[in-house]
């Protein structure tokens, strides 16, 4: 990294010790894991360069861009709408971290057995490594689980820019107002943040630069179905990653480059793994950068990773927003319409995202699906125990995994996922 950064990040009140630490663990994550790859679309390059730069290139825009008067809004949830702060001219940042920082003190202001992702996002601001949020104009949390909605009264002592969203829990008439009564407060919060009024023009404008964005990753999920599988789930779970920092337009360009790439080796029969390999799904709970264990395990074991039923994945990015709405406020019911569709598992009852599951081990193919838990998560780990009851019920085998971001059970993961992949194969 340039001296450049080093002083960037100095300007923004980082730890730099700190942060030379977390760029350490996350480059030799990032080598052994993605570079081991021995067959990779070329198209992947433009990836690798954005992680590379994920605390370099990319903040320094994200600076200019603030220079210049846009705000930078970070958030923990897919359920904040990119649209209603790019209508407001202002960028949405995805603040989900994957790694362990800080333990100790984060354990001084949560309990233990609070989630990873939880204490990570912790770690990160009590550490000050994170140069996204230590950029943030406002930090958007919200109502979902009791550990992140509870966490955040603690977070507020942390930060001076904290701002709640309530999320509704049952996907009632009631629900559905909440959502789109917590989205015009929303929309009036970015409105005051950035002094810019939204328009009609903006938000149609915004709608259609976010569902570009996700038409991208469909035509991405899509080719997955092929065999032999033209891409490996670790590069698919990457693009899925970068989605929540890169700018949108250069992105969707991105993916759309990557699968021309991608038909084309479909077309000439080539893929990243032999046709006939074991096609493992993963469901649960989201996989941050750089929490790539379980998707390394599990493509080394031999099998490959054809889709995540995740908020780093298709629970997160299906459904596009319906443009013909004409005023703000059919554009807004539009919004409210795609959001609440999220079958998030803090949603009770949730019976839709079991019949998410079921199309999408059927859409993909897949031989085997992974319950990805984190431990202490109670809403998916909850869930997992009816998923995999209906998994059974239609004969395909499920492997309930709950761990947390460190790699103190790698051996042991390692043991009980190529025993699945052996299940499915035989
Ligand atoms: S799992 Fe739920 S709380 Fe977490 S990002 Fe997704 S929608 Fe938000
Ligand atoms: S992983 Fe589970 S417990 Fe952790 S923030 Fe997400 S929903 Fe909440």
């Known amino acids: 990294m340039s001296e450049d950064y080093r002083s960037m990040w100095a300007e923004l ?57 846009r705000k930078i809004i970070g958030s923990y949830c897919v359920f904040v709408p990119e649209e209603i702060v790019l209508a407001a001219n202002a960028t949405l940042i995805g603040l989900c971290s994957g790694a362990d920082f800080a333990t100790e003190e984060v354990e001084k202001l949560l309990p233990r057995n609070t989630c990873a992702l939880i204490k990570s996002a912790f770690g990160f601001k009590i550490g000050k490594v994170c140069p996204y949020l230590e950029s943030a104009d406002m930090i958007v949390g919200e109502n979902t689980c009791d550990g992140k ?15 709640v ?41 915004a709608i259609r630069t976010v569902n570009a964005k996700r038409a991208a990753i469909h035509r991405l999920c899509a080719l997955r179905k092929a065999s032999p599988t033209p891409i490996s789930g670790l590069d698919a779970l990457l693009t899925n990653q970068v989605s929540f920092y890169d700018n949108p337009a250069r992105f969707t360009a991105s993916v759309n480059t990557i699968c021309d790439e991608l038909e084309q080796g479909i077309a000439d029969n080539i893929g990243v793994f032999p046709a006939g390999t074991p096609r493992i799904l993963i469901a649960g709970c989201p996989q941050a950068v750089p929490n790539w264990k379980l998707p390394m395990i599990v493509e080394s074991a031999g ?41 998030c598992a803090i ?64 051996g042991q993961l390692k043991t009980r996922v190529e025993a699945f992949v052996e299940q499915i194969t035989s």
């Open 149 to 163: 909605k509870k966490a955040y009264e603690s977070l507020g002592d942390l930060v001076d820019n904290l701002y």
């Open 347 to 410: 949603f009770t009852p949730n019976q839709e995202r079991l019949i998410h599951i079921e199309e999408m081990v059927a859409a993909y193919k897949a031989d085997g699906v992974i319950h990805y838990g984190l431990q202490f998560c109670q809403p998916y780990l909850m869930e997992s125990i009816p998923v995999e009851k209906a998994l059974e019920e239609m004969n395909i085998p499920c492997l309930r995994i709950e761990t947390d971001y460190s790699m103190e059970d790698m």
């Open 13 to 69: 009140g980082m730890d730099l010790a700190g942060h030379d630490a977390l760029l350490g663990v996350l480059g030799k994550a990032y080598q052994d894991i993605y570079l081991f790859q021995k067959e990779r679309p070329e198209g992947m390059a433009y990836f690798d360069f954005v992680m590379s730069e994920v605390h370099g290139l990319r903040i320094k825009e994200l600076l200019d861009e603030k220079a210049a008067g």
């Open 303 to 343: 099998a490959v990773i054809v889709g995540e039923e995740s908020c780093v994945g298709e629970r997160g990015t299906r459904n596009l927003t319906v443009e013909s709405g004409q005023t703000i406020d059919e554009m807004l019911e539009a919004i409210v319409e795609r959001y609440f569709q999220v079958d």
């Open 165 to 205: 969203m309530d999320l509704p829990q049952v996907k009632s008439i009631n629900g559905r107002q909440l959502l789109k009564a917590e989205y015009l407060r929303f929309k009036t919060a970015v409105e005051d943040l950035t002094g810019v009024a939204i328009t009609a023009d903006s938000l149609r404008q």
